[in-house]
């Protein structure tokens, strides 16, 4: 395969993968037309990091059934057994300079995501609660791979989450694989637990089921990117390695792409399979309850 991997790749030159520039651009359009809108009605949905929660558009939206057909099941926080875990909290997912802004700007700005990501951090840190990252990063050699599924495909050649060494941070401050810059001082704080990279979705090929175990964690508040991708999959697998896991609703997105709305279908199975679907306000006044 014939890969382009610059790290300075931006939403405009999403080329060489399935992401075609027309594809990006139609997002970017609706990005801009769904703002606009919010604007008009009072709300706020400001492109990039300056929402502070769900738009009043997308909560009805993406509503929860009025009369819902499931049991409906929670979880309780239990201090020093529950933790915050957060998928792909990097530029290439959540800034306007990220590669996948084009189809997943609509979504972070409309959910607020990059805001209530933040807010959870903040909180969990208030509280003294555990917080585990699980990070997204490509190496030189796994570009070699002989086989790739579709969005596998997309994220080597957009050069998504690239990193020149595992061995190495050069090259890494700022690029696409990089913490979003208001997340630095939770991240990098000296306590929060940084796995080693997933590389597909789920987290059954990095350290993040061990260094949950190690530390007596059996239930987890979820968030991060991307909703049906990443996220999604780190859900199932916690779930069937026996954890209990209550997504973070507005505190993820996903992309918006003629194939279809990656956030409805998370949405749909985060009802189906969670122990509890929460709302980024009601998540930090139960970590800061549970303090």
Known sequence: MDHDHDHHHTHDHACGCDVTPERVDMARRRLIAGAAASAAAGTVAVAGSTATAATEEARALYADPAAPGLPQVDMEIAPARTALVVTDPQIDFLSEDGVT???????????????????????AKAA?????????YYFPHDH???????????????GMFDRPSPLSLDGFEGSGADWMPQY??????????ICSPHKVYSPAQNDLNLQLRKRGIDKIILA??????????HLYELLELGFEVAVVRDATAGAKVPEGDGYLAAIINFRMVANGVWWTDDAVERIARSA
């Open 224 to 233: 991060g990117m991307s909703a049906n991708l990443c996220t999604q999959a």
């Open 144 to 158: 070699k791979w002989e086989f790739e599924g579709t969005l596998e495909k997309t994220m080597h050649g957009i």
């Open 128 to 136: 003294g609660m555990p917080v585990f990252i699980s990070p997204h």
């Open 184 to 193: 630095k001082t939770y991240i990098e704080d000296g306590e929060t637990v």
């Open 101 to 123: 802004w084009g189809v997943v700007g609509e979504s972070v700005t409309e959910q607020g995501t990059v805001d209530n990501i933040e807010r959870l951090f903040a909180a």
